[in-house]
């Protein structure tokens, strides 16, 4: 048992910490593109390609690093504490996970490769696959198949040079991958309580589709889990910049003739957010752990999944608080403590709320019980 | 990142889980609550202590010398695992083995070693610690209790509350005050005082289930022996604190009681009303609730080992177990409060009716959650004392 970094590990973490803070930062970049439908700045992209982060999870055949959601986590986390609001979840993890899980094939490689290098950005449209709200129908076969449907909250659909989505046809299930610059694809904003997240409901129309593979159940809920997990591990560095941007405001902020930090009154909601964040780090940790570690065992990767969503609506109260210590200057547009609460919620909100996830993990509890 | 165990550790775990199937009985797992009261009980107990003691298993963190395995930190984690989930009962002299013995091997003359050391790990002897007093709980080091050199003898004036097992104790590690004039941290001392010397007077102490765990103990000129002292003059502080800071794999116990005290409340809202309280979806949340914070908990103590094993900053090893000390009181409390809530009448009988009561205690014993939240803020995120 071993659960700290590597030397590598913390190098991964303090160059990307160090070129988001340089490159991409709230005022400048994360604020310019708070109503820009794709989130992307070229230069700062083209950087994270270039540090090599939207190729950690692709294999090294394809171009990428061949690294795990251990690595991958570690980037999640510095993107969330920066706010970053670009298509890294979506290209990086979930639909690299996508095309490694289910579409092992050569299109799926030349998809991989551009991922790694960054000239394609990709995205998933399934993430709520098995919901009646989103219904994908294929027609045709071969090179002649085209998707008809829409697919509701598809997360930077705007950014995406392809779509992967699942449809039924008649061998079963498919990973399907869609040109977005194509006809019949159409893509509107769906706006949410978090501007630093695009997402859209995207329409196809006949969209001429290439078939990547026949996708099992089981792999599918598995890139499900890789994206609720990397999701977590973002909204970790969310809770954790902004719990840190309070304690330090608490440290220099004198009323009545003294710091505010000096107070038992503030200090005690420091340490509720600094143990808040302590369990989702644990909880992440574990998780990024199960998702590698456990790639057959899907259950305790799955549960760990669970979980993290399960956490979320405590995680959230991370922003809630930090803005209790910052008092009215937390309560203003100008201050980035909303973005972070925003992000937060949106993670809560993300696939339904904390209490559908709590639910989840009684109930498996109650059915050993029972049994 | 690797959240498995050795090879070598799990085969520790094999070992130990193979003799407790065979040695550990319904009886003495019934026995799992030191019922004092009961003369019985409490030589049932002495009893699996030496059973422990004679197979190796009742010190294992103990270096061989002394009866024990000189376990790693691992083999001790995972002895406090697998011991808590087997239901064995807590040894009697818990506090001895985990929190007074360390100081003893380390401030401890060769004689006192190997006199007292075997008899604790047996239960022969009774071991108590007089830390708290009246004036001097969350503020221990303000403690009073006196004592004056006279001659060849300490003379001990004062008293001490919340000892565990203090009215049956043979032998008590005592924190006294040696000097008055030195800054309260410097001038306590500690004493290895034999409980049958006149003067001492141990009365039970009764707490609000009606149990009698603790004692007030009351010291009136005892005479102790002026070689009872452990570790050097005015010392105490940090022989206390050497106490302490041996207690790391200890936390396992803290989330791994508490999956044993998950897996009960299942199973008794399973057979009650004929499960009806797991079809309902609040009873389900509550329930997730705290299986995901036991989860996390456990990863949240694993991670305090891995900082110490692997050389990881010692302020995320003390950030972490004294976060999991809160978290444990947290999740005890809720879990007493579901189980409560949802057995209705049944709930404030048998063993969750005692457990929403003395649940209480695990925010206030060895030190509150507030005091706990105090030390947290100023020594690992840096805010300022007052």
Known sequence: MNLELTDEQVALRDTTRRFLAEKAPISGHVRE??????????????????????????????????????EAGIVAEELGAALHPGPWLSSAVAATRALTRIGDNETAGKILAGIA????????????????????????????????????????????????????????????????DTSGVSVLPERGIDQTRKRFRVTLDDAPAHRLATAPPDAVAAVIDDVLIANAADALGAARAVMTMAIEYAKVRRQFGQVIGSFQAIQHLCVDMFETVE????????????????????????LAAVRAKAFAGRLAAVGDTAIQVFGGIGYTWEHDAHLYLKRLLSWSGLLGGPDEYLTEIGARLAKRGLR | MDFAYPAEVEQFRAELREWLSVNLTDELMAARRPADRDHTAFELLRGWSRTMADAGWAAVSW???????????????????????????????????????????????ESQKLTLLPRMMRADDIWCQGMSEPEAGSDLASLRTRAVRDGDHFVVNGQKIWTSLGHQAHWCQLYVRTDPDAPKHQGISCLIVDMTLPGIEARPLVTLNGDTDFAEVFFHDVRVPADALLGPLNAGWQVATTTLSHERAGAARLYAEMQVRLEELVDDFATADGGRALDDPVTLRRLGEIALRVKYLEVLCQRSISATLHGGSENAAFGSASLAKTVWGEIGQGLAALAFDVLGTEGGKGRWGDYRLTSRSLTIAGGTTQINKNITAQRVLGLPRK
């Open chain 1, 33 to 70: 593109l708070l109503d820009d439908p794709t989130g992307v700045d070229q230069a700062v992209w083209r950087g994270l390609a270039d540090l090599g982060t939207t190729g950690l999870l692709v294999p090294e055949e394809y171009g990428g690093a061949g690294m795990t959601m251990v």
């Open chain 1, 279 to 302: 369990l989702a780090r644990s909880g992440v940790i574990h998780a990024l752990w199960a998702s590698d570690a456990h790639g057959t065992q899907g259950d305790e990767r799955h």
């Open chain 2, 63 to 109: 270096p061989p010398a002394y009866g024990g395995r000189g376990a790693s930190v691992l083999e001790q984690l995972v002895y406090t695992e697998e011991t808590t989930r087997a239901r064995a009962p807590m040894p009697l002299n818990i506090i001895g083995l985990n929190n007074i013995a360390p100081a003893i091997m380390q401030y401890g003359t």
């Open chain 1, 117 to 180: 290098d960054g000239t394609t950005i990709a995205t998933v449209g399934f993430l709520d696959f098995g919901n009646t709200a989103s219904v994908v129908e294929a027609a045709g076969e071969g090179d002649g198949v085209a998707l008809r449907g829409e697919i509701a909250a598809v997360p930077d659909a705007a950014a995406a040079d392809v779509l992967l989505v699942l449809a039924p046809d008649a061998v079963g299930a498919g990973l399907f991958a869609i040109s977005t």
